[in-house]
């Protein structure tokens, strides 16, 4: 059975428990009853026929990556998805779902809203996720955001990439490891940084928030 089935029909077993227990559950409506377990909404949607978590994503990263939509759809589209992987569990379903592949190049979009979003749902997903953070350092996406970071032109890029940098530095190591190698000398720190101090994270991204590429050219 189902895992998210299995878990409803608990749900549904120990709440007809609680309303055969309960003596005024008949008779006074107004009573107030214990509320039980709470439902997995996942499970719902598959009772009534609704598309779970995992299809709205996938769903959603079709219509981004479709010739045939139109901007400001695919805008709406990634809107959703970013709601959606602000949920860990479908943050680290990504990988299954072969998603974390598509978003990643969706960096190099020519259109900055699309870079701008992708770079959003990065930071989303990684953000106090190590299973994330473990993903994006290896899929090799840290250069990317920093040359976004340092290089783009659009402002709303540069901080959505500054963010998604944020998120995967922090607290995790190996990714403060890897983006003060890609760092521009300019802008490292002296020694080491450590991914558990918030005044040395905070370092770095004040010094990236501070660069204006058309500025500094």
């Given amino acids: 059975m189902d895992p998210g089935m299995n878990q409803l029909l608990k749900w549904s077993i120990e709440n007809t428990d609680v309303s055969q227990s309960d003596p005024t559950s008949t008779t006074d409506p107004k009573a107030s009853r214990p509320s039980g377990r709470p439902i997995n909404a996942d499970a719902l949607k598959a009772l009534f026929g609704g598309p779970s978590d995992a299809e709205l994503m996938k769903q959603s990263m079709a219509a981004i990556l479709s010739p045939d939509v139109p901007l400001e759809e695919k805008l709406v589209a990634f809107d959703n998805f970013e709601q959606l992987i602000e949920i860990i569990d479908n943050a ?110 905070d370092g770095i991204v004040d010094r990236l928030r501070q660069i204006n590429p058309e500025k500094d050219s």
Avoid: F, H
Avoid at 115 to 131: D, E, F, I, Y
Avoid at 145 to 162: F, T
């Fill in 92 to 201: 680290n379903n990504l990988d299954s779902l072969g998603l974390w592949t598509p978003l990643i190049g969706l960096l190099a979009e020519k259109a900055p809203d699309l870079r701008r979003m992708a770079a959003w749902c990065l930071g989303t997903a990684v953000q106090n996720n190590v299973k994330g953070q473990d993903r994006l350092l290896a899929l090799n996406a840290i250069p990317i955001l920093v040359k976004l970071a340092v290089e783009d032109p659009n402002e709303p890029v540069r901080r959505k990439a500054v963010y998604a940098i944020s998120s995967e530095m922090r607290n995790y190591q190996p990714a403060a490891d890897e983006v003060v190698k890609v760092l521009p000398e300019d802008l490292r720190l002296a020694g080491k940084v450590d991914a558990g101090s918030m005044d040395a994270i």
